[in-house]
């Protein structure tokens, strides 16, 4: 089998990896003792799926997202603007914890820039376009969450979230592995070996993500307790955001004048969130887990049962009803 047939197959058959993990992870948590925390290993699965996530977005096409200025208004409307303003209604309805409307915020506030491109390939959205404009994705989110923190939180904001801890986690889990992909980018246009290298890794982001996934129920799980009656009173909020954030993302897009598989796209990336690539920003608040990482693979879990309904009804968004007319023109 080919590298690009492994890797459609990968992507393809996503859904059902990252929950067969998610229920591997439950196994192994059930029978490996308490005592044997795989908390450790949870920043390192990141550091590695951070890197090869990266690898996919196409640093290089940062000027060519910037020429479209209707699409790339359009997304940043309804990314920063519109889904911050939905998340400030449906936060309402969070448990009062300051540790879960922090993850609640840090996972809703984010749009995603990996797999969120393969769905909206799969719901005939303009997935070029949206891989295309990755890069801004990521450095808005990044530059704006910190202050988006500021404006929820208010004074809590500099207690739960502290400079120190969380710029570490930003250097080595975000900058240093981002800067790496870019160099391998580099590297592959200008050799062989690293083209080859880097088509290799190519095939890595699912399995990558379906580890993180599995030491996260590892770690997670066997301290649930304390996050269970959060993350039960999540589930409806996430579901809400999984039913809203994708029409507002197309009202956006309609807004702005945009063709349908554009609009579709800004539906995808408005309904799509960066969870498990924010995830370490989130461990680096002094006692994150297990509540942090639970409300955030919370709203992974229902994401990734929305997409496959994503795929199926966003694609009618858009498309041109068939008049009497057109039937009685057909021979």
């Not at 303003?85 to 309402?92: F, H, P």
Request: contains cysteine; charged residues 10%; aromatic residues 8%.
């Amino acid at each position: 089998m080919r590298r690009e047939e492994l890797r459609d197959l990968l992507e393809g058959w996503q859904v059902s990896i990252y929950f067969g993990a998610v229920l591997l992870g439950a196994l192994v948590a059930m029978i490996v003792p308490g005592d044997a925390s795989l908390e450790w290993a949870i920043n390192p699965a990141l550091a590695l799926m951070l890197f090869v996530t990266f690898l996919q977005v196409p640093l290089s096409a940062l000027g060519q997202a910037i020429r479209d200025m209707r699409f790339l208004g359009a997304l940043l409307v309804a990314n920063f603007v519109a889904v911050p303003l939905l998340v400030a209604v449906l936060v309402q309805f969070a448990p009062a914890q300051p540790l879960v409307v922090l993850g609640v915020l840090i996972v809703l506030l984010c749009p995603c820039i990996d797999y969120v491109v393969t769905f909206s390939h799969l719901g005939r959205a303009d997935a070029r376009l949206l891989l295309a404009t990755t890069p801004v994705l990521l450095i808005a989110q990044m530059l704006l969450l910190p202050a988006y923190l500021r404006v929820f939180l208010g004074s809590d904001a500099a207690e739960i979230v502290q400079a120190g801890p969380f710029l570490h986690a930003f250097l080595w889990l975000i900058l240093i592995p981002l800067a790496l992909a870019a160099a391998c980018q580099f590297w592959a246009k200008r050799q062989l070996t690293g083209e080859r290298i880097t088509s290799v890794l190519g095939l890595l982001p699912v399995p990558a993500t379906a580890l993180v996934l599995l030491i996260v129920i590892v770690a997670v799980l066997p301290q649930l307790n304390a996050a269970l009656p959060a993350v039960l009173r999540m589930l409806p909020i996430y579901v809400v955001f999984a039913v809203v954030a994708p029409l507002i993302g197309w009202l956006v897009a309609r807004g702005f004048g945009l063709n349908a598989e554009a609009g579709r796209a800004i539906a995808f990336s408005a309904g799509t969130r960066n969870s498990l690539v924010v995830l370490p920003l989130a461990l680096a608040v002094p006692g994150a887990i297990p509540i942090v990482p639970a409300i955030i693979v919370a709203q992974t879990l229902v994401e990734l049962l929305a997409q496959p309904a994503y795929i199926r009804a966003l694609p009618l968004l858009g498309r041109t009803p068939v008049t009497r007319e057109d039937i009685a023109g057909r021979p």
